[in-house]
């Protein structure tokens, strides 16, 4: 019944590898600095649509006429 202890050394040492791997990828998942480059990337190609950078162009065209004309009536 009792094993032998470099089998046991063996099997800590790839369950510690296998501990390491993981948060290793945990880390890379988690970094916040991942999900603020992936939130500009969707805001940029979402504003390259030219429907909505014409559209986003026309307001504000619009709020600036508004203000000019407020400034002057």
């Known amino acids: 019944m ?5 089998t046991i ?10 501990l ?6 945990l880390a890379v998942k988690a970094n916040p600095k991942q ?3 992936q939130g500009k990337d969707a805001v940029r190609a ?6 909505v950078k014409y559209a ?3 307001v504000g065209v619009l ?4 203000v000019v ?5």
Do not use: M, N
């Open 2 to 6: 009792a094993r032998d202890p470099d």
């Open 9 to 18: 050394q063996r099997e800590i040492e790839q369950a510690r590898d296998a």
């Open 20 to 25: 390491a791997a993981t948060l290793d990828e």
């Open 35 to 37: 999900y603020v480059d």
């Open 46 to 51: 979402r504003l390259s649509d030219p429907r």
């Open 56 to 58: 986003l162009i026309g």
């Open 63 to 66: 709020v600036g006429v508004l």
């Open 69 to 73: 004309r407020k400034l002057f009536r």
